[in-house]
């Protein structure tokens, strides 16, 4: 019998510094004009930095839970961008683009702002946290259109104010996305499941399924699929993570409009493990 052990790694690409390097470079590289100003002040924005870290006490702290954070935020927020590049690139338009609204830089402007934004609610309190998240993040949402759209109609303003909104509330795995922006910013949440987030409850003495399974998590890429448009690999250095695999991502993939769209692949160690549960 194969017997595992809990091994706490995590691939260069998953740290911090990498994933906020690639949060610059993806619109840089895609010629996303607003995107890429929007990422530079979002990462110098130290009031939200600061409402973030005052909800992710509420959470790690005190609940134990994994990271909600500044750090969850820019992870959720590149890997958003990335599901929507590769979704586009296989023809798969934002609502914003495909019904004629906006452009696909209003289209990743709106994921960024969505992902930093999305779970700013738990300051008031984990129930409805996608809720609250909306309530909070109004003012901070305004004061970036105002800036970016302040040359636009009312009517566009408020459209991006809608689509930026309902990603938000719909990122929550209880609540069906119905666009394809709201599920790139649901589906990058999900996809923030490697060891880095766990590592901080589990030092506060957090020992569940729930901090094993992620801390069994070495990796996730996203990138284009083979048979269907989007690949979801997930490599874990113990079976524990197909927990998180199974618990987390997959009842957002559900819940978003890219169930079927989505190879999820996972390896132990780089040998492939079946997904007993998930259906693609």
């Not at 927020?77 to 683009?97: E, M, S, W």
């Not at 019904?99 to 289209?107: I, L, P, S, V």
């Not at 636009?152 to 991006?160: G, H, N, P, R, S």
């Amino acid at each position: 019998m194969e017997v595992y052990r809990l091994e706490i790694r995590i691939s260069e690409q998953m740290l911090l510094k990498n994933v906020i390097k690639e949060l610059r470079e993806i619109p840089q590289k895609a010629n996303l004009e607003k995107t890429n100003k929007l990422v530079n002040e979002l990462l110098s924005d130290n009031t939200l930095r600061a409402m973030l870290n005052a909800a992710n006490v509420l959470l790690v702290n005190y609940l134990k839970y994994n990271d909600h954070g500044w750090n969850h935020s820019c992870i959720t927020a590149r890997n958003a961008l990335k599901i929507l590049l590769v979704l586009n690139d296989a023809g798969i338009k934002p609502n914003i683009v495909s019904h004629g609204f906006g452009t696909f830089d209003d289209a990743a402007f709106i994921v960024v702002l969505a992902s930093f934004l999305h779970d700013i609610g738990n300051m008031y309190h984990r129930k409805l946290h996608y809720l609250s998240s909306v309530i909070i993040s109004e003012p901070i949402i305004w004061k970036y259109i105002n800036e970016f759209y302040y040359d636009e109609t009312l009517k566009k303003k408020w459209l991006i104010y809608a689509h930026i909104t309902n990603a938000i509330f719909s990122h929550d795995e209880t609540v069906q996305a119905f666009t394809i922006e709201a599920s790139a910013v649901k589906v990058g949440d999900g996809c923030d499941i490697a060891a880095g987030r766990s590592r901080r409850p589990y030092n506060l003495g957090k020992v569940d399924i729930h901090s094993i399974s992620a801390l069994s998590i070495r990796d996730v890429q996203i990138m284009r699929g083979k048979e269907k448009p989007l690949r979801i690999h997930i490599d874990l250095t113990n079976p524990a993570g197909v927990f998180q695999i199974e618990e987390v991502l997959w009842p957002k993939v559900k819940s978003s409009l890219l169930a079927d769209k989505i190879e999820i692949v996972a390896t132990v160690n780089g040998k492939p493990i079946r997904l007993s549960r998930i259906i693609v």
